[in-house]
């Protein structure tokens, strides 16, 4: 039998966890968006809207990799120089590896429309079979940054033992090497 794909989205946002008109939710919205266009193997989301509290998120992260058993956690919000923005380092202690170039490849992207991409902290890890992908706030933002890093996610799920994912390959490639 094959693995469930279980796919968590976790926008992090004060304000809009509090809100609840439809602005509050396009950061989100924008990732669901982008995996319905990227995905071609049935899977399911998990979507949290919560406050950009460390502690919360935290848990947050453990109940969707561990009790859900999500094989992916995109997070946005959270990632910039602020002092509430406490996505990146709830990841990091969260984490048991650091992906740092998932971050590096984001930033490098973002830096070809704005140029305030160098303050954005966003990373990426692994805990058991979960990987936790941390995308910027703006729902553009995100469009460019998994266009720029869905490509490695399916092969890297792969590497933990998590499900195989299929690539929408009319919207994206995604990259396995080729065996033999």
């Known amino acids: 039998m094959e693995k469930e794909i279980i796919i968590g989205v976790l926008q992090m946002s004060d304000r809009a966890s509090l809100d609840t008109n439809a602005y509050s939710s396009l950061s989100g919205d924008a990732i669901l968006e982008v995996l319905t266009s990227y995905i071609k193997s049935p899977y399911r989301t998990i979507f949290n809207i919560i406050p950009d509290e460390y502690n919360l998120i935290l848990k947050t992260f453990h109940t969707l990799a561990v009790e859900e058993k999500c094989c992916l956690i995109l997070t946005t919000g959270g990632t910039g120089p602020a002092k509430r923005d406490v996505t990146v380092e709830a990841t990091e202690a969260f984490c048991q590896k650091i992906l740092p170039g998932f971050g590096e490849l984001m930033r490098m992207e973002s830096l070809k429309y704005v140029p305030t991409a160098i303050l954005s902290r966003q990373t990426a890890g692994i805990y058991e ?40 390959e009319q919207n994206i490639k995604a990259f396995r090497p080729k065996s033999g």
């Open 129 to 168: 079979n979960t990987l936790i992908v941390n995308l910027p706030g703006k729902p553009a933002a995100i469009s460019q940054c998994l266009q720029a890093v869905f490509p490695a996610i399916p092969y890297c799920i792969d590497l933990i033992d998590g499900p195989f994912i299929m690539a929408n």
